[in-house]
């Protein structure tokens, strides 16, 4: 998938993502083979701590759901939770962010959105990092953050004012440095290297396409 | 002036970095507040042109921490991205990447991941970044701050390097004077936001009041001051042929403590002890700490040194029971493979940043969080005797988080410190503290040590590790390179720098001075100045 236009990779992408969300049944087994196999290949071992976070909550819909009488529904929310998950876990470590940032410009975006989205996405990693000196920190202090329920949920609540205030900082300061760069001053940024979009793209355009008209066309033949 | 090297120092607080951001046009017009008078850059009025105009006419900033200020993943990327935001074209742009990449030494690495680059090469890439926008005024805000003494040289020397082949003005905000000051036209000390004094570097830092007010004047200069030497030496090596010019003195004339507290430690018990240990990341190809064994007795107070990505930091994890060792045996004040809730109460941590250690509403809060197991009288009694001691009485109903910098760092130690803890571990205590806020700090880790805490400080401070511990380890890719007491004759202090660890400036005169056939026992300036007054 590297090797191709990264607004191919979007395209791509945004096929699998439409098939789970709107694809129905179809959709879901497609996009929750692919997420498996994508997963599997770009590094399950990063995917665990983040799908296991959002299980619980997969659970939670589908139980819902299945409360109201609406069990395989349920069931199909909670799915698709996770397999939206995993696909976007495995795209964020298959793609490049800055070829990702060209395709998005490309395609007429604002480049001041389209850096904001480019810091989020490099902010993950980080605040992840200051979330866990901030567990540190509360584990050699006797909070429990390793406790019952309860008083596990006091002690999370007592790292997030930290985590929000050291997160705005590092944003601030971000901001600061692109501005001593110059980030403001371009009305059209210019970009060391054009994207080129090749036969090769234009086939996995294709294939997204023939993907999304698959997933109705079956869809529709199912009872 | 156009083309000179200007370094600005003084006490945390004092004003230097907001200097540097009016400079670049940041303060005030992105950060708020009033601004009087004029700033004049490069032919522009600072204080109204905006700070990616004045990027465009060849001004712009290297901050502290490389990482912070990042906006790509990959070298190339992130040089190309001042360029791009000038709309150069693409050829120019390729063309300044390549120039800066080859000027800092990283033209291997333009395709490579920062993330995966030492502390010293990320601020390589920061320099880079900025270089890439060729700039006539280069603003740099303690650009060594968290790098290792070898590599904080090596960044030095490129700055000095790099004045001469581009002719470009450099303006630097630093600590480590002894490094910066010998490459420095002039020096402005900034001290509670106002010039104390400017000029050239010998002649400025030769104040003998300085250092109290929180300036880190080179120990070779405070020496040769207190000696009444006309020599203004800013390096060991000028100290120590100034001495030897000098004539008269030398000998060892004072004893020293050091044999004394080692005898007094080896009677102690151990506190921590580590045998064997080895250490890989969960998915980690390699061990991250590799056979390392030690033991720190009650009252040792240790130096841990080695450079960035050593190790230092997983030693010090293992040691509190954060992590488990892949092999080998760790026991904390007698409890063995500790797990932190086990020994959580007798073990105190103060993290690198003290963001990532304040967790409570108040200043009171904070510092009661470890004293829950007391009553009413005696928490209230510490938390009062903690305020007191590290100046913070008159803030104890504030939120920790809306302190100062240096307010927040001694709020951390307080807090860490209140419970009285058994085994203390330090990471990086003196980074973003002046002079007198290091030699503040290096008297409580001694009176914690008399105490019988054992103590454990990670540090790249050569000054801080001589001032405050009376033993260094030594880390290299995970493992143990050396393990030596912090001596003042020049037997110890030779067999330190055959190890590889920087020696702090008064012991590396003492070397210098025994390779004349001069010889002197000294750790400290006061002890180096009797021995040749």
């Given at each position: 998938m590297s090797a191709l236009d990264p607004r191919a990779q979007l395209a791509l992408f945004a096929a699998i993502l439409l098939g789970v969300l709107f694809g129905g049944m179809t959709g879901l087994v497609a996009g929750g083979a692919i997420a498996i196999i994508w997963t599997a290949r770009s590094g399950a071992s990063r995917a665990r701590a983040p799908l296991a976070a959002v299980l619980p909550l997969a659970l939670f819909v589908a139980l819902l759901d299945a409360f109201a009488g609406r069990t395989s529904e349920g069931i199909a929310a909670g799915l698709r939770l996770v397999e939206t998950t995993a696909l976007a876990l495995a795209f964020a470590r298959s793609v490049d962010a800055r070829a990702m940032?060209?395709?998005?410009?490309?395609?007429?975006?604002?480049?001041?959105?389209?850096f904001v989205l480019l810091a989020g996405a490099r902010f993950v990693p980080v605040t992840g990092a200051d979330l866990g000196e901030l567990v540190t920190a509360a584990r050699l202090r006797g909070i429990g953050v390793d406790a019952g329920p309860w008083r596990r949920l006091a002690a999370w609540r007592a790292l997030l004012v930290p985590l929000l205030v050291i997160t705005v900082r590092r944003g601030l300061q971000l901001g600061e440095a692109m501005e001593a760069r110059g980030f403001s001053t371009a009305s059209r940024r210019t970009v060391r290297t054009e994207l080129r979009w090749r036969v090769r793209d234009s086939v996995a355009g294709l294939a997204a396409l023939l993907y999304l008209a698959l997933i109705a066309l079956i869809g529709s033949r199912l009872p | 002036m156009a083309g000179e090297m200007l370094v600005v120092c003084g006490p945390s607080g004092g004003g230097k970095s907001t200097l540097l951001r009016a400079c670049q046009g940041i303060v005030p017009q992105l950060t708020g507040g009033a601004l009087a008078g004029a700033a004049e850059v490069v032919g522009c009025d600072a204080t109204v042109t905006r700070p990616h105009a004045l990027a465009a006419l060849g001004v712009t900033i290297v901050y502290q921490n490389a990482l912070e200020g990042f906006v790509a993943d990959r070298v190339d990327d992130e040089i190309a991205f001042g360029p791009e935001s000038l709309g150069l074209a693409?050829?120019?742009i390729a063309s300044r990447v390549d120039e800066a990449l080859a000027d800092v030494g990283l033209a291997h690495a333009?395709?490579?991941?920062?993330?995966?680059?030492?502390?010293?090469?990320?601020?390589?890439?920061?320099?880079?970044?900025?270089?890439?926008l060729r700039p006539r005024v280069l603003l740099l805000d303690e650009p060594t701050a968290h790098l290792d003494e070898r590599t904080a040289g090596e960044i030095v020397g490129l700055l000095g390097q790099l004045r001469r082949s581009r002719g470009m003005t450099v303006i630097v905000a630093e600590h480590r004077l002894g490094l910066?000051?010998?490459?420095?036209?002039?020096?402005a000390i900034v001290i509670g936001g106002r010039l104390h004094a400017v000029g050239a570097p010998r002649e400025v830092l030769r104040d003998p009041a300085l250092p109290a007010l929180g300036v880190p004047v080179p120990r070779a200069l405070q020496v040769a001051v207190?000696?009444?030497?006309?020599?203004?030496?800013?390096?060991?090596?000028?100290?120590?042929?100034?001495?030897?010019?000098r004539g008269a003195g030398g000998g060892p004339k004072t004893g020293h403590a050091d044999a004394?507290?080692?005898?007094?430690?080896?009677?102690?018990?151990?506190?921590?002890?580590?045998?064997?240990?080895?250490?890989?990341?969960?998915?980690?190809?390699h061990d991250a700490v590799r056979d390392v064994s030690f033991a720190v007795r009650r009252g040792e107070r240790v130096a841990l040194v080695g450079p960035s990505g050593a190790g230092k930091s997983t030693l010090a994890r293992l040691a509190?029971?954060?992590?488990?060792?892949?092999?080998?045996?760790i026991a904390a004040l007698g409890v063995r493979s500790p797990a932190t809730s086990a020994i959580a109460p007798r073990v105190g941590l103060v993290v690198q940043n003290p963001m990532h250690q304040l967790l409570a509403e108040t200043v009171e809060d904070e510092i009661a969080l470890g004293l829950r197991g007391r009553d009413r009288t005696g928490r209230s009694t510490r938390i009062d005797e903690m305020l007191a001691r590290f100046d913070l009485a008159s803030l104890r109903g504030r939120h920790p988080l809306s302190l100062s910098e240096g307010q927040r760092r001694r709020l951390a130690l307080a807090a860490a410190i209140a419970p009285s803890p058994e085994l203390l571990v330090l990471d990086e205590p003196t980074l973003a503290q002046d002079e007198a806020q290091r030699i503040a700090l290096s008297r409580l880790v001694r009176e914690l040590g008399a105490a019988g805490v054992a103590i454990v400080a990670i540090t790249h401070d050569r000054e801080f590790a001589n001032d405050a511990c009376d033993r260094v380890i030594a880390i290299a890719e995970g493992a143990l390179v050396a393990d030596l007491p912090l001596a003042g004759d020049a037997a110890g202090i030779s067999a330190l720098a055959k190890a590889g660890i920087p020696l702090a400036d008064v012991p590396a005169t003492v070397l210098a001075l025994s390779g004349a056939g001069r010889h002197a026992i000294a750790r400290s300036v006061d002890e180096l100045v009797r021995a040749f007054r």
């Open positions: 940032t060209d395709a998005l410009r490309a395609l007429r975006l604002p480049h001041s959105f389209v | 693409p050829d120019e333009a395709r490579r991941a920062i993330a995966a680059l030492s502390g010293g090469e990320q601020q390589r890439v920061a320099i880079a970044a900025a270089l890439a910066v000051a010998p490459l420095a036209d002039r020096i207190h000696l009444g030497l006309a020599a203004a030496p800013l390096t060991p090596g000028e100290l120590a042929n100034a001495l030897v010019a004394l507290s080692r005898a007094a430690a080896a009677a102690a018990d151990v506190a921590l002890r580590f045998e064997g240990v080895r250490y890989r990341y969960p998915g980690a190809t509190l029971g954060l992590a488990r060792p892949t092999a080998g045996e």
